[in-house]
């Protein structure tokens, strides 16, 4: 694996691409650079577990033999499995784990700028439906009913291997870090001057680094999903990576981006795909289901905030965004 690794005045920095995305994980407190490779191979792991590209992981495998026979997995994903399956039951199917169909339709991180027909979009449509991935884990077994179906754990393994790197770090006495999986930020403890960890929110309409605002974390994670990631503009319409299952189509839900603030990270992740499909009055009411925070950003420019972040969001004034 590439790794770059960075030293300074007892801070450790590793820099490497996984999970189809740039990641990085900062470190304080003297500890070495053994425990950053550690962390970063078990993203790799589960990386290599879970990309649906690589044909010998599970989830290639699990999508492979659907309607055809149940395959074993690792624990570890069945387990994410498990609570991908369940987040989906929660959320009425706005986050789905078998929305794959779709996602290879509308060629999602493949194809460029296609829109695929009605017709089509059925077809795979027909295909979805949590309630069709069987999981026992007695067997150690995952199984598609369908032939066609298929599962993606895009829109939730970064937040669980951001989990996953926040356990090691703290298992092995981590007091003070940073864990950033392509957006998906965990923290832990505070910074080494003492001060709170501040994660800025982006602006998903300028260039990367623009801040729209800072929240304060301890101990927290904080995971946003927006359409600004992937995404072609065609007639005025913005065509992203967030589909909506019951459409078929990316969705169209009012909302350019929404931050979660929880202690999961995979949980976040799962809600903030969520509550991007269903728009900010039932997004709210998911995200308080699950006892978490978030900033919902609207394509008319607002920014709302649940209660609980009215002391720890601040916006960035426009003026001071680029500098931050
Ligand atoms: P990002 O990957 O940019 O962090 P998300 O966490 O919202 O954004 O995940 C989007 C990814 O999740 C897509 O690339 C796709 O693989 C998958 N996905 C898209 N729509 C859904 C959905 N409704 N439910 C579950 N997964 C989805
Ligand atoms: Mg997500
Ligand atoms: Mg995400």
């Given amino acids: 694996m590439n790794k770059l690794i960075s030293i300074s005045k007892g801070t450790v920095t590793c820099r490497f691409e996984a999970l189809g995305t740039i990641n990085e994980i900062t470190v304080f407190g003297g500890f070495g650079q053994t425990l950053l490779e550690e962390a970063a191979e078990w993203v790799m792991q589960i990386n290599n577990r879970m990309s649906p590209f690589i044909p010998v992981s599970d989830i290639a495998r699990l999508n492979h ?69 069987i999981l026992d884990e007695q067997a150690g077994t995952a199984y598609l009913k369908r032939k066609g179906q298929a599962a993606d754990l895009g829109g939730i393994a970064k937040g669980y291997a951001a989990d996953e790197v926040k356990r090691i770090l703290t298992e092995s006495g981590v007091t ?81 981006g929404v931050t979660a603030v929880c202690k999961s990270s995979a949980e976040a992740d799962a809600l903030t795909t969520a509550a991007f499909v269903l728009g900010m009055e039932r997004g709210v009411k998911l995200i308080e289901q699950f006892k978490a925070e978030a900033v919902f950003l609207t394509e008319d420019y607002k920014v709302y905030t649940t209660n609980g972040l009215t002391n720890r969001f601040e916006l960035v004034p426009l003026l001071q965004r680029k500098a931050q």
């Fill in 176 to 256: 003070g870090a940073i864990i950033n999986l392509g957006g998906n930020i965990s923290t832990i403890g505070f910074r080494p001057d003492g001060a709170p960890w501040y994660i800025g929110i982006q602006n998903p309409l300028a260039v990367t680094g623009e801040y729209l605002g800072r929240i304060t974390c301890k101990d927290d994670t904080v995971v946003t999903s927006g359409s600004n990631e992937r995404f072609f503009m065609k007639d005025g319409i913005r065509y992203h990576h967030i589909i909506d299952p019951r459409t078929g189509e990316p969705a169209q839900s009012g909302l350019l």
């Fill in 65 to 133: 033999n659907a309607g055809l026979k149940p395959v074993t997995v690792h624990l570890e994903t069945l387990q994410l499995l498990r609570k991908a399956k369940q987040m989906s039951e929660l959320s009425n199917g706005a986050f789905d784990i078998t929305v794959r169909p779709l996602i290879e339709l509308w060629g999602i991180g493949k194809k460029q700028n296609y829109i695929p027909s009605k017709r089509e979009i059925n077809k795979a449509m027909r295909l979805t439906g949590s309630k069709d991935l």
